[in-house]
């Protein structure tokens, strides 16, 4: 076993409190919070230094304009950066926060993966309310 691994089992166990989990070859982990798909990776930046790093795809094919809504709603979270991206079929919007991971147990990560997976949600369903 390695770091990474380690933290991804921390993850996937944290995680399957409230989820189906999947894992994919690679070892991230996917899975949905109501209707936002989310996956996380995880990777040893240095000795002793292993990171997590979560992505939800909050909303997608958005009509319009949505970057002001999404800047002035970042500046409202604790925890994860909101990114716009423009597609031909519209706008799509992810949250990702990364955090260090090593001797994270499940139960607080679990926590911290929640606020993150919540803000997510919420932040969906103002998009969507616009």
Known sequence: MNAT???????????????????DDDGALSFRHGDVPCAVQGMELAEGLTVLSLTCVVAWDLPGDVATFVAERA??????????????????????????????????????????????????????AL
């Open 5 to 23: 691994t380690d933290a991804l089992d921390a993850a996937r166990a944290a995680l399957e409190l409230f989820h189906d989990v999947a894992v």
């Open 75 to 128: 500046g409202q979270g604790m925890f994860g950066t909101l990114g716009v991206i423009k597609t031909g079929q519209g706008t799509d919007v992810t949250l990702r926060y990364a955090f260090p991971a090593d001797g994270l147990k499940p139960e607080p990560l679990s926590t911290l993966l929640m606020l993150v997976v919540s803000t997510a949600s919420q932040v969906r369903t103002e998009l969507l």
